[in-house]
């Protein structure tokens, strides 16, 4: 006694127990041989079959054989008249699926045993039959299905109703027959019948949205008693609620007024249900909002951790649109900072910092710090975001806040949780500016301990663009200055950067920063020597002739206006001369890069790799008629003119020069019997005003499976995004060729094949360039070239959709992953860049809004090298 006390208390010892450890399909199936035994045993043979069921739930795989050996050898234990066993030979049938020829050899034991006078045996039998079966003896079996349903047994009819769930998915159209049946059921007292019963025939009605309504309005006048029913009938009132298209006065009304009769209901269950319903509900008013908050408070102060757990994960969502609803809960939720469970703290914790006011901030957070030392990362992860938007909120309270994250960034913790954390810091930092100095001294003595290279690099990076606009620059250099001789390689390096930055912009330190610099041209790295030189070069700390202070600046604190891939590429390609390499001869377009395939027996053969930008550089310069338009300023990605598998397959790259539009249309003959000669495209451009065909250049040949290009170049207005539709017709000479020789015919037949239309937009006009620092790149512009405006852009499903649109319409490349929408946000901020036609750098900030009507408005501000640039980008967004 005295050892098994002791087994339970080592609580370690007791969660690595498992009466599974070391079983071997080899050995189970060898045991698997006592169910041939002529005196069976059935807890032997019980233990074997759970082994067996272990090892399939495993993922282990049986062979063929062994599949049917086994099967075989358990349909002899229908012999035994063990209830337990019997139970367990129904779970292993279903478990081996067997095939057709081996159902034909258990069907019969399983319908004797489904018009057994034991219910045990005929609900187990109705599951397993309806698992194996297919529609053929699904018929002959329909008859005892539908007299299941309506058994006056509850686990019987539980069971009927349960397969018919999992059978619509496979044979529809026989389940859908048993409506009456169902129907009935749905009156059923029992409360798991009722519930399947509901479950099934909603799943039948469900293609049909008047089907689905009537059986709603018919349900909530009171028929259903079954809590677990009730709580799906809540369920299918606010689909159809969600799905009408009637007013909130007229149809939706009604089953509003059953929801919130729900409210009052004794299950728990039901009421909760209710609630979450209300809540969710698209444009709920704060008057229909109320009943809904009040039960979800009552059930902050319940005994149960799951009714806690439920309300406040439910009001934590609500304070995300709503959170002046919930500030009625707020001191409910304070009790809870303190429960027992960290999964309800954490969420009342994050409710409160979302809905409470500026004078509860200081309690709060005297609150939060007893608390984050007993939660795990991934929930001081959310507080932290929640107490960045808290502070954005309220900004005077920046000093309790900051000093707050200080606190925690000096614990232990994991990468994510700490990134969390200077990632708050540093968007306090940007937009508070009374935050700046406090902020980034507390940035700075983290890295004085800072495990994780990534994060010291950021927080240098950062600490370069913003210390030497501070009133005392001075102070930070020690902090930079013990990276050198403490961190590793890649620490020295950013802080090399950071040391020349602050050298740059800070003329009064310039000769201190010469000295640190000095020092760093005797480490033991490369890239640090390399650094240090080079900055020593560039600001004229080795003697040398510099440059202007503001090359300087423009090279330490510029944004790289090329992307790394293809300045890596361009590098990879560059043959050593006696020409040195030009970075302006690195393109500046961002090419995506295709999403890979698998690569198998069924992959099709990879494709070939795309054309760079130089390849059709030198290809258009290299046509007589196009040689004087100049270097183009974007080659678009290839546009299919065609569907796949017909008989010709075009695509067409547009090149877009100053003054001239040229269309590569790249044709491939898949015909092997043909020959085409002669191969062009007629263009009719009546609805592009602006553009007039100036050149063609057909194909002369286009045997079977060799690709070739034809040429229609047009002449446009110069500097200026016209765009337009262009109707496109293959025109040819088809020439029959003979399969065994290969020769073709003398005389061929004119022929056309109808091509898909094209279109010139806006977005191609504007090259995707992104920079490495937007609020750099944009504080470098000149604030006169600045032009803002706010637009509608009416009813979307979600801002991500937006966001979408706007930037497909622009042909921008998005800066700093802001792009990406968080989930539910009613609020973004987009960043975008890119060159305009004419080398004309553009920099765009989009601010998006949505409100509960889910109608959304954008204010769109615009800097760029011309005004006229910018007056240019509000023109395509006012016409898009």
């Known amino acids: 006694m005295a050892q098994m006390v002791k087994k339970d208390d080592d609580r370690d010892e007791e969660a690595d127990y498992s009466p599974f450890v070391g079983i071997e399909k080899g050995a189970v199936l060898q045991e698997a041989r006592v169910f041939n035994d002529p005196q069976l045993d059935p807890r032997r043979c019980s233990q074997v079959i759970t082994k067996l069921l272990y090892l399939l739930n495993q993922g282990e795989s049986f062979t063929k054989f062994e599949a049917t050996d086994v099967f075989f050898a358990v349909t002899k234990l229908f012999q035994s008249k063990d209830i337990g066993l019997r139970r367990m030979v129904y779970l292993m049938i279903k478990e081996l699926s067997p095939c057709a020829d081996e159902v034909i050899i258990v069907t019969s034991c399983l319908m004797k045993d489904m018009n057994s006078k034991s219910d045990m045996y005929r609900a187990n039998a109705i599951r397993v039959l309806c698992r194996i079966i297919d529609g053929t003896l699904l018929t002959q079996i329909e008859r005892y299905l539908k007299q299941a349903i309506v058994d006056k047994n509850p686990v019987v009819a539980s069971a009927a109703l349960v397969s018919g769930i999992h059978l619509l998915q496979t044979n529809p159209d026989i389940v859908k027959r048993w409506s009456n049946e169902v129907q009935e059921a749905v009156q059923s007292r029992a409360a798991l019948v009722q519930f399947h019963a509901l479950a099934l025939l909603h799943k039948i009605r469900q293609n049909d949205r008047l089907a689905v309504s009537k059986l709603v309005t018919s349900l909530t006048r009171g028929t259903v008693r079954s809590p677990l029913a009730q709580c799906l009938l809540i369920r299918y009132t606010s689909q159809v609620i969600r799905e009408s298209s009637t007013s909130n006065q007229t149809g939706d009304r009604p089953f509003y007024d059953y929801l919130e009769g729900c409210l009052r209901h004794k299950a728990e269950m039901v009421i909760f249900e209710a609630a979450r319903a209300i809540t969710e509900l698209n444009g709920v008013s704060s008057r229909e909002l109320t009943p809904a908050i009040t039960v979800l408070q009552l059930f902050l102060s319940s005994s149960k951790p799951v009714l806690r757990f439920a309300a406040v994960r439910t009001l934590n969502k ?83 806040l900051m000093n707050f994250l200080s606190n925690i960034l000096r614990e232990e913790g994991g990468f994510e949780y700490k990134k969390a954390i200077v990632d708050s810091i540093v968007i306090l930092i940007r937009d508070i500016p009374d935050a700046k100095e406090s902020g980034l001294l507390h940035l700075c003595e983290f890295i004085e301990d800072c495990e994780f290279t990534y994060l010291s690099t950021q927080i240098l990076h950062f600490l370069g663009n913003e210390g030497p606009k501070t009133s005392d620059p001075s102070k930070y250099i020690r902090y930079i200055y013990n990276r050198v001789i403490l961190e590793n390689a890649t620490v020295r390096a950013s802080a090399v950067c950071t040391l020349a930055k602050f050298g740059a912009m800070v003329d009064s330190l310039k000769p201190r920063i010469f000295v640190l610099l000095r020092r760093c041209l005797y480490d033991s790295d490369d890239e ?16 040398a002739v510099v440059e202007t202070d503001k090359d300087v600046k423009e090279f330490l604190f510029g944004s790289l206006d090329i992307p790394l891939v293809n300045l890596e590429t361009s590098l990879k390609n560059y043959e050593p001369s006696e020409e040195p390499f030009d970075v302006k001869s690195v393109p500046k377009e961002v090419k995506s890069k295709p999403i890979a395939e698998p690569t198998g027996l069924r992959a099709p053969p990879a494709a070939a790799p795309a054309p760079t930008v130089d390849t059709y550089e030198r290809l258009l310069s290299s046509i007589p008629e196009f040689s004087s338009f100049g270097k183009p300023f974007k080659s678009s990605a290839p546009v299919e003119l065609t569907e796949a598998e017909t008989e010709y397959a075009v695509n067409v790259v547009k090149h877009i020069f100053d003054g001239h539009v040229v269309f590569q249309y790249n044709c491939t003959n898949t ?37 070739g290009q034809t040429f229609v170049a047009f002449e446009k207005p110069g500097g200026v995004t016209a765009v337009g539709k262009f109707l496109n017709v293959l025109r040819f000479i088809v020439k029959e060729v003979d399969p065994s020789s290969g ?110 009507r889910k109608e959304v408005a954008m204010k769109l501000a615009v800097r760029s090298d011309d005004i006229s640039v910018s007056d240019a980008i509000h023109d395509i967004v006012a016409s898009g």
């Not at 919930?326 to 009342?348: G, K, P």
């Not at 006009?765 to 490495?772: D, E, F």
């Open 671 to 707: 015909i092997p019997e043909q020959l085409l000669e002669n191969v062009s495209v007629i263009v009719d451009a009546s609805e592009a005003e602006e553009f007039s065909e100036v050149a063609v250049t057909p194909i002369k040949s286009l045997p079977y499976g060799s690709p």
């Open 528 to 543: 640090v020597r390399d650094r240090a030189t080079l900055y020593l070069n560039t600001l004229g700390g080795d003697g």
């Open 318 to 400: 609500v304070a995300m649109t709503r959170p002046l609803a919930v500030t009625n809960c707020n001191i409910d939720m304070e009790s809870l900072i303190a429960d027992q469970n960290r999964s309800i703290a954490t969420l009342a914790i994050t409710t409160l910092l979302k809905t409470g006011n500026e004078s509860s901030v200081d309690r709060l957070m005297k609150q939060i710090t007893n608390f984050m030392s007993d939660i795990a990362d991934e929930f001081k992860i959310v507080v932290v975001e929640a107490i960045r938007s808290l502070c954005l909120k309220f900004p005077l309270k920046y000093r309790s």
């Open 743 to 852: 020769e073709a015919e003398d005389v061929g037949v004119e022929d056309e094949y109808q091509l898909e239309d094209l279109e010139v937009v806006a977005a191609d006009y504007i090259l995707k360039v992104g920079v490495s620092n937007f609020r750099n790149a944009w504080e470098s512009m000149d604030p006169d070239t600045e032009r803002v405006d706010e637009y509608g852009l009416g009813s979307r499903e979600s801002l991500a959709e937006a966001v979408g649109v706007v930037i497909n319409l622009l042909g921008l490349q998005p800066c700093e992953g802001t792009e990406v929408v968080p989930n539910n946000a009613r609020s973004h901020t987009c960043l975008l860049s890119g060159v305009y036609i004419g080398n004309m750098k553009v920099l765009v900030r989009l601010s998006f809004g949505i409100d509960s």
